[in-house]
Every structure is written in C-alpha cells, then in structure tokens.
C-alpha cells in the first residue's frame, strides 16, 4: 500500500500537460522528461518541419505527444492554440510550462522600441496571455501546476540586457502573484531561473568567449548546466510529491545567482559576526562580515551577458 502511495506520487501518469517552444534546447527536455513520467504532452513551436520531426521521434520512443505550429507573440495564434488543446485533452489541463523566452543582447541605451515590444512580447506578454487562456483548463483538471521559465538574470542585477531582466524578473513576481490568486483553484505557480544552460538560444551568446568566462567565474560549479538538470526540476514540481509548493522562484544556475552575492560579502561562522578584512580573514573558523571597501581590483568583475 505505502509502496503503491509512493509510485503514485512520483508519476505524472494519466495527466496532461502544454509545454511552449518543446522543439529545442530546455523545451525539448521538458517534453522528454514529462512524457516518461507519463504525462500526455502538447507542444508548439513556430517552425512546421522542426516540429514534426520532433513529433517523429517522440512517438518512436513511445511517448505521448502532440502540437502544432503557433507564434506565442501573436494573441490570434494563442487562443487558436488553446483551443486545439482543450479539444485534444478534453478541456483539462494538469500542467502548464511557460518555456518560450528569447534574448537580444544589447546595452540599454542601444535598445530601439521595436526590440522592446518584441522581448516584452516574447517573455512576458506570451506568458501571461496564455496562462489567462488555460485557466477554465487548469482549473477543471482539479490539482495543477503552472512553471514559468524565468532567468537569473531576473533575479540578480546583470550590466547588460536588461529588457530580457525587466520580463524575467515580472514573471518571478506573476509566478507569485498567481500562487495567491489561483491557490483556491487547487493552481499551484512555481518558477525556475536558470543560469546558463547549453542550448541553441545560448550558444549563440557564448560565440564570445569572454561571457563564457566570466560567467564560469562567477559560477560555484565552474560549468554550463545541461538540459537536463532544467526539466527534471519542472518535472519535480509538477509532481504530487510538490503539492505543498507553490510560489517559489527555483535558481538552477550552479550557484551563479549566490555567488554574486557571497563574492561581495564574505561570510564565515565563529558565533558572533566581527568586522575583518578579507585579506587577513581565516575563513574556515571565524564568520566575518567584510565590511571594508573592497580595492578596485579585488571586486567582482561586473557580469556581462
Ligand atoms: N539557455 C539558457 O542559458 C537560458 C538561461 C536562462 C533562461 N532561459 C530561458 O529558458 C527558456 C528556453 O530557452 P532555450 O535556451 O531552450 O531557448 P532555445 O534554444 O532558443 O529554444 C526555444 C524553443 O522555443 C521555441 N520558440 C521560440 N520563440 C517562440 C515563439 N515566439 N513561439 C513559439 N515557439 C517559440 C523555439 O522553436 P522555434 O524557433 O521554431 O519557434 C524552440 O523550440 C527561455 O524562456 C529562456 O529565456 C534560457
């Protein structure tokens, strides 16, 4: 009995789920991961042939997936899309991803209105109008869960891109504005912030190797996170095992997101707090707040993306 408790609450069998942009990078893991766990799963993206290809090999492995092409920036093509899954799965939506996201890489005072409107659209906008859409869907399903993808960069301040940031850091604040509003509905909200994570979308900011660099500096775990280690964090907390989760921000980023932090406070334990300088500071024994202005060259270099 309590084995059969424990399998069921580490199964997404029998559920169903609408994961955004499923055709690449942590989309595509996010299908993967949700399909052997055994969610029905519906997915989009905007290039045909991609997509059926993806489709292709899914249900070589033997999962369950569907989709279809819909642009997530066009308000037309979301409704079109909600409809299709609300026929597909019979108008009930356990699981939600918000995955979809892009970014342009520019300093503020480069960004032209278009660009504005266009990762605004693209990050946020697309986000919000479709978990509007699936709301009568997730709330018939009787026990939900909606993980929005954000971004550590919405999270701690980064000296670049900074409209991606504005979006990134809204849907953090949504993630939890919905746990309140939509708790009533039995609709959890969760969201995770990755670092970076080797995809397409990032590959092409990594060209430059300086980014690469300091970004792994920056980082605890000193690498890249895989895909992998996105979707099973979405695949977590779309478990029964997660329902007393809802509204959190997860940073799956290596530490990238604390380490910005801890590189410019440093702390260590002794029981009481004492100001030292970093430089003379035994760490491993006494817990020092360096309060000392750190010298041009010991502070963390600003983080570009
Ligand atoms: N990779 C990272 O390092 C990283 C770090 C932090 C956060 N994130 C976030 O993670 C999410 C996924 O990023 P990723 O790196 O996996 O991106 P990616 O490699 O560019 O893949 C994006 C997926 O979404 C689809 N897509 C993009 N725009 C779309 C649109 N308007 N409508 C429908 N589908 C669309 C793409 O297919 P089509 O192009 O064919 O439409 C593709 O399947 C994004 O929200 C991103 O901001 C990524």
Known sequence: MAEANRSSRWSLQGMTALVTGGTKGIGYAIVEELAELGASVYTCSRNEAELNECLKQWATKG???????????????????????????????????????????????????????????????????????????????????????????????????????????????????????????NIRANCIAPGIIKTPLSESHLEDGKLLEKYLRATPLGRLGEVKEVSSMVAFLCLPTASYITGQTICVDGGFTTELFLSKVQLAFSGSFQAQSSSSSPLPLCKTLDLTPASPEARLPSFRF
């Not at 093509?77 to 026929?87: E, N």
């Not at 503020?108 to 278009?114: H, I, K, P, S």
């Open 63 to 185: 999962f369950q997936v569907s989709g279809s092409v819909c642009d997530m920036a066009s308000s037309a093509q979301r409704k079109d899309l909600i409809t299709k899954v609300s026929s597909v799965f019979n108008g009930k939506l356990n699981i939600l991803v918000n995955n979809v996201g892009t970014n342009i890489v520019k300093n503020t005072l480069e960004f032209t209105e278009d660009d504005f409107s266009f990762l605004v659209r693209t990050n946020l906008e697309s986000a919000y109008h479709i978990t509007q859409l699936a709301h009568p869907l997730l709330k018939a399903s009787q026990a939900a869960s909606i993980v929005f993808i954000s971004s550590g960069a919405g999270v701690v301040a980064v000296d670049i891109g900074s409209i991606y940031s504005a979006a990134k850091g809204a849907i953090n604040q949504l993630t939890k504005n919905l746990a309140c509003e939509w708790a009533t509905d």
